[in-house]
């Protein structure tokens, strides 16, 4: 089984793209993370949901986690409204991490390899003109993987 015949279509923004729309895009589709791609469709890079959650959280709640239980559930509705008018480029960390990202033709433990490595629970599958095909997520490789 090659990655060409296991990545999927998945939803990407671009660094342009509103951080609200973003996480609107995360929560409705429950993913792990969006890939940030340019004009073209190249991918550039992944913008882990945990990202989106360390620049919408106040920081005292990510000092000190005890802190967040003065926040009613009333205001934590309103916890994304710190995004503000912010972007997809604005939330991404400053150093970027290297994009995890595989050819059609590579094997699943290929896959597995480069997942594992950056750490990063989705690899995007990239045609020779580095345009994006799909994505292989962590679940999906795990049920290529366990035949499911």
Known sequence: MRAGDVARPF????????????????????????????GRGRPLTVLAGTQVLRMALPSYCQDDPALARV???????????????????????????????????????EVASVMARSNVPLVAVVGADKVMLGVITLDGLLDRMLGT
């Open 11 to 38: 939803s990407t923004v671009t660094e342009q793209t509103p951080a609200r729309e973003a996480v609107k895009v995360l929560a409705a589709q429950d993913l792990p993370g969006l890939v940030v791609v340019d």
């Open 71 to 109: 926040i009613d559930e009333s205001a934590a509705d309103l916890i994304f409204d710190g995004l503000g008018d912010r972007t997809v480029a604005e939330l991404l960390p400053r150093t970027r991490p290297e994009l995890p990202a595989v050819a059609p033709e590579a094997t699943v433990l």
